[in-house]
């Protein structure tokens, strides 16, 4: 690999600790602090991401490169440094946070001048580790690397996963926060982004009054980050909130098109590149549940559920507000923009849940649709993805009750069957209002709804078989997400067996898993 063109700007521009100190403090003032990954005796390769690789600039992989993928005795243009953000956690000041088990490596250019960060996650405490190792579980390192390559596939903004490898250690962990602290086996993955910037850093530099480096960070983001911002002064910090908070409601809509749950949308957890950043406790949407939430933490208040992410991004996205006011100093500005997200985003929803449906256009009437539609889901606790699916066959249909049982989590009595048909039948009635052809609707819903979903009991099953020594499900996996819109795996393309509904991993999570 190229490892020679790494470089880091970022502690270049930026005030920032160099003692390489690992005790975990408060830095003020700095936006990054030096650190050395730990080091590990005996790593071994899972997976290494090939085309990824290609695609950033670091070129091909020879077994010299594990070193690096674990950061063992790495090169000397490779300086290592952790950064500090803070945040609102669960609705709380946090106060500083920053990165506890990533590290980053630099930032690499390819050929075409893309810049791409690269970090490893797992390799170590650093002084953001909050009274924790650094270190990260097999469980959690599969589950990042598969599913934000998963996400990448689903068209959807993401970090994405470059490698992941054992590192010959073992980690003690409390799955579920229950008392019961288990050895596990200890992983790193290697993830890349365009950045790794967060809301947090901004709330950190302004919440100490840091008001220079705010508005050097800022400077420094809209310069590399946002090019098509090319107004001068306060505009240019308007402009970028502006592009900031569209970006964020346009990564909400596409998590709603998929049934992707987060689970833990802390500011600190929210990317200012409008990237989904950080899984933890998340969770594909089985059952069609607005109240769902996959991470244990967030009960029984359920703020992170499935239904309130796009009110949640709102919340969080005042509080960059708040951090931005110092360079922005126009508080109608921002409640105008903060009051307009909520229509840009509903706006958005809408016209998204039309291409599930095979509509072309949003009419009026498809309010009282989607509300039918969102009861008839809940009540008849049907299966998100699955459901578009056999919607987009219902020609070819013969025995309706049969086809929406495989459907469905619960059994379909004759009332409830009733109340399927006369959606189905309401459906029908509101394609005939389209002005694209039946083939072009069904286009149109094979675009938007995928076939494939990484579900949690399908990353439960890949990462006992791992830990196990076997990878036949990984590869299977691999080659499914790459490909989520069509049914290559029909085997996957099923609603979650009922033999893991209350096994942890499966359906919930705590917020270290």
Request: proline letters at 4%; hydrophobic letters at 35%; aromatic letters at 12%.
């Amino acid at each position: 690999m190229n490892l020679k063109n790494i470089k880091q700007p970022f502690i270049e521009n930026f005030p920032g600790d160099f003692s390489k100190n690992p005790i975990q403090r408060n830095t003020p003032k700095v936006l990054f602090s030096t650190i050395d990954p730990v080091g590990f005796d005996d790593p071994k390769l899972i997976v290494f991401n090939e085309k990824l690789s290609e695609e950033i600039g670091l070129g091909k992989f020879d077994n010299s490169d594990l070193d690096f993928l674990v950061g063992n005795n790495l090169p000397e243009n490779i300086k290592t440094y952790a950064t500090a953000y803070a945040g609102h956690q669960f609705g709380n000041w946090a106060g500083q946070l920053g990165d506890g088990r990533a590290i980053i490596a630099g930032e690499i250019k390819n050929s075409e001048g893309q810049k791409t960060e690269i970090q490893w996650k797992g390799a170590g405490a650093t002084p953001y580790s909050r009274h924790a190792d650094g270190r990260a579980v097999l469980r959690s390192s599969v589950r990042e690397y598969l599913m934000s390559e998963a996400m990448h596939h689903l068209g959807i903004p993401t970090t994405r996963g470059l490698s992941l490898c054992l590192t010959g250690e073992d980690v003690v962990r409390d799955i579920m926060y229950s008392g019961n602290p288990q050895e596990e086996k200890g992983a790193v993955v290697v993830r890349t982004a365009e950045s790794f910037l967060r809301f947090g850093h901004f709330e950190l530099m302004s919440a100490q009054k840091e008001i220079d480096t705010l508005q050097k960070l800022t400077d420094f983001t809209i310069k590399n980050y946002f090019p098509e911002i090319i107004s001068e002064g306060e505009q240019k910090y308007k402009d970028f909130f502006q592009s900031v908070c569209t970006k964020t409601a346009d990564l909400m809509v596409e998590w709603f098109r998929v049934g992707f749950v987060h689970g833990v949308m802390n500011t600190d957890n929210m990317s200012i590149l409008g990237l989904t950043i950080d899984y933890g406790p998340f969770s594909m949407t089985d059952e069609y549940d607005l109240n769902f939430t996959p991470n244990t933490t967030d009960l029984p208040g359920r703020r992170y559920a499935f239904g309130k992410q796009g009110q949640i991004s709102q919340w969080n996205l005042w509080q960059l507000a708040n951090a931005l006011f110092a360079l922005i100093k126009d508080e109608k500005f921002l409640e105008d923009t903060l009051n307009s997200y909520g229509t840009y985003f509903w706006e958005s929803h809408d016209k998204m849940l039309c291409k599930k449906f095979g509509f072309d256009q949003l009419l009026e009437s498809d309010e009282e649709f989607f509300t039918n539609w969102q009861g008839l889901m809940q009540e008849l606790q049907l299966d998100y993805t699955l459901f578009f699916n056999v919607l987009e066959k219902l020609d070819v249909v013969s025995d309706l009750k049969a086809e929406f049982e495989k459907v469905s989590y619960i059994v379909l009595d004759n009332a409830k069957l009733k109340k399927l048909e006369n959606f189905i039948q309401l459906f029908k009635n509101r394609s005939e209002k389209n002005t694209i052809s039946k083939e072009e609707s069904s286009s149109l819903m094979k675009k938007t709804n995928p076939k494939f979903l990484l579900r949690n009991y399908l990353l439960f099953e890949c990462i006992e078989e791992i830990s196990n020594g076997k990878t036949e499900m990984l590869e299977k996996l691999t080659s499914a997400l790459e490909d989520p819109y069509e049914e290559i795996f029909p085997e996957f393309s099923v609603k979650r067996p009922s033999g893991y509904d209350d096994i942890s991993g499966c359906s919930m999570l705590s917020c270290s898993s």
